[in-house]
Structure formats: C-alpha cells, structure tokens
C-alpha cells in the first residue's frame, strides 16, 4: 500500500524532474521486495493477526513521531466522514490487504507472490474504467491478457488441470491474488481522500487505525507472552516489516514523489518482483522454476503494455499505477 497525493498536485514533469534515479524510489521499492522475506521469516513463528498489529504498531509510530514534527494538530483537520473513509480505508488497505497477504504466504512462496502482486496496475486500469470512467484501448486489453495468463502459468506452474485447486500453493496463490483486488480496491476508492490531505498526514491515521482494527483479533490468539521465546531471526524479520516496510519506505516513497512525477516513480515498482526474486533464493532458499521466469515477464510485459504512457496527457491521467501494497 503507496502514495503521495499520487495526482500530481506538485509534480513536475519528466522534463523537470530530469533523467537520474530517483534513489528514494528505488530504496522503498527494494524494501518493498523484501517485506515478503519478512513476512514469510516471521510468520513461522508468529500468529498472521499478531504480525499485523506490530508491524503496523511500530511503523504507525513512527510516522506519527515524524507527523507530530510538522504539525501536532493534523489530526483535528479530519471530519466524522473523513474519519469514516480512514476507518474504510485500513479495512480494506492495510489490515486486510496484508492479511490476505500473510495467510497465502503460509501456502505459497515469496517468489510467486511478488509476480502476482505486480498484476496490481491491471487490476488499477481495470478499475479507473469502470469507476473514473478512464478509457481501455485494444493496446491495454491485450495488456491485461497477457498478464493473466501469466499469472496463470506462476500459479499453475504449467499444469493446466482441476488437480491443481487441490494443492496448497494455488490456495495460497489465490489469496495473494485477491490481496492485489484488495489494494486496487484501496487505490481507486481512495482516490478522492488522499487527494485532500498531505501524503503523511493521510497515511499515519490510516496506518494506526488498521493497527487498532487488528488487535483485539491479536490478542485474542495470547501470543503476547510468547514474545521472549521468539528467535532473533524473527524478531529481525518484524523489526523490518515494521521500521522499513511501513515506516521509511512511505516516507522515501513521499520525498520521491515530491521530487519527481508520479508516472515515473510508479515505473520502479516493477522491479519489486526482482527483488522478491533474488532475496527468496538468497534467504529461504526457494527454487527458482524456468515456468515461474516465463510466467513473471508475460505479468511485467501485460503491465507494460496496459499501463504504458502514450502521451503527455496520459501521464497526468493515470497514475494508479504508483500504489502498492
């Protein structure tokens, strides 16, 4: 879950913003290609609900200490509907998006996880049409085909049969797919409030109410006084998920976004999948298959294809792509 007022309220052009790298960008999505490593490291010992509620327990802090340094009144902006849409918006963005997450990642692998989110900017240009009423031309129709059938061979690795509903990896394969509906739910339908506030201001309540709505759920398992028995290998991958992935990723995210066009940054969230990639082999030792290769670039070449920008004028109309999860 990802973005400034992502409309571009104060971006500059690709002409202003120059062609260097935008560090920033490439740091959040690095840490966003690793959350799966986490997630799945820490959900070995740790209960789906109770991950949640530190994750976003220690990254909502921390926006909030860095929010309370630029206005210490921000929360008083809100009215009774904003804070409706902020209670909708955790719901469906933050705790539920990420536990769907964190229970297929306990049936799946991190690998085919970070291919099937990147599908997310098709579900988004699926959306914006039905509901901002953005155009499909025949360009983003064989976008989308091409992407599902990619997400078809990650999750059925080749094999094209019934059989495979009854495996755990297409359970869990699922659930991350329906994570990805989940985000685009999040994007769209929240499109018009995070125009009106600061990006900060907008996430860190968001961020703990989704900590809140998680935790009697948490505390209800009884975990709490299991924590001094959890390895420090877990406790490294929740720090992670917490400190980088909720915490500094947003924030580096946002000076990227203040810096650059959104349309630009976006395009670094393809490398997620890579990253996802390379940190499942080196760190859980998960098998890279050549039909999982095949299937991650029909996704990444789908998404090209349907969210490629044709002109100026697309470039400030659809940028739904720069949210992620």
Not at 63 to 79: A, E
Not at 102 to 131: Q, S
Request: aromatic fraction near 16%; glycine fraction near 10%.
């Amino acid at each position: 879950m990802k973005s400034r007022s992502i409309y571009d309220k104060k971006g500059p052009s690709d002409e202003e913003s120059g062609g260097s790298m935008s560090w920033p960008a490439l740091w959040a999505t690095i840490f966003w290609g690793f959350s799966f490593i986490a997630t799945k490291v820490a959900l070995r010992e740790v209960h789906p609900f109770t991950l949640l509620t530190l994750r976003f327990g220690i990254g909502g802090i921390l926006l909030l200490l860095v929010q309370f340094q630029k206005d210490r009144r921000f929360l008083k902006t809100f009215s009774p509907m904003d804070w409706l849409f902020i209670i909708f918006l955790a719901l469906i963005g933050i705790s539920g998006h990420t536990l769907l997450q964190a229970y297929g990642l306990l049936y799946t692998t991190a690998i085919n996880t970070g291919w099937i989110v990147a599908v997310m900017p098709i579900f988004i240009t699926l959306a914006a049409r039905f509901y901002l009423g953005e155009p499909i031309t025949f360009r983003k129709v064989g976008g989308i085909l091409l992407g599902f059938f990619g997400i078809s061979l990650v999750i059925s690795k080749g094999v094209f049969s019934l059989s495979i509903f009854r495996m755990g990896s297409p359970f869990g394969d699922f659930l991350i797919l329906v994570s990805a509906l989940t985000w685009t739910a999040f994007t769209v339908g929240g499109r018009e409030f995070l125009s009106r506030f600061p990006p900060l201001a907008a996430i860190t309540p968001i961020m703990l109410v989704g900590c809140l709505i998680t935790l009697p759920f948490s505390w209800l398992r009884w975990e709490w006084n299991l924590f001094l028995q959890i390895s420090l290998f877990a406790w490294m991958g929740i720090l992670f998920l917490g400190i980088f992935c909720s915490g500094l990723a947003y924030l580096f995210w946002y000076s990227a976004l203040e810096k650059r066009d959104s349309s630009v940054v976006g395009m670094y969230l393809y490398l997620e999948p890579f990253v996802t990639l390379i940190g499942a082999y080196l760190f859980l030792s998960e098998e890279i298959h050549w039909i999982t290769i095949m299937g991650g670039g029909m996704i990444l070449l789908g998404v090209y294809l349907a969210t490629r920008k044709v002109s100026r004028l697309e470039n400030r109309n659809k940028e739904g792509a720069s949210w992620k999860r």
